[in-house]
């Protein structure tokens, strides 16, 4: 009976620590918010964030930066286009409003891919030279 016990908490454990990575990572704001999220077999690996400070009507800017491993897994899901010079400068007005000075892409060498949802929109730079995500979530 105690090693029952004991069973059944060790799979509890590991279910709630799995839960805890999903439901604090930026994955999981993109799900609830997007209904989309990076798919765990791309194997990456977020390496940088920053937040527009909080608002009551959750409004605001959220920046990832993301390593990836698998990248025929990520030409699957992001149909990447050639990004635009007006798209450009609306990504720097983003990055400038989060004081973001640091972790700014060459966007000359980036595909752009995007999706909208309410208002609320979901940018992703992809960097296959350096494999590398860069995510910028907007909240209207």
Known sequence: MKKK????TLFM???????VQFFFSF???LF???DF?????ADYRQVYEKHSKASLGGEGIRYHVVSYENEEV????FDGKKISVD???????LLDEIDEKENIPDMTKCLYWNMTKNDDELMVLIDKNSRLLYIIE???
Do not use: C, Q, R
């Open 37 to 41: 999220t990076v798919p765990f077999d």
């Open 74 to 77: 990520i030409d699957e899901v």
């Open 32 to 34: 609830f918010n997007f």
């Open 138 to 140: 907007v909240y209207i």
């Open 13 to 19: 454990a590991i279910g709630l620590y799995f839960a």
């Open 27 to 29: 994955n999981a704001s």
């Open 87 to 93: 798209k450009m400068n609306e990504i720097y007005v």
């Open 5 to 8: 016990l004991l069973i059944i």
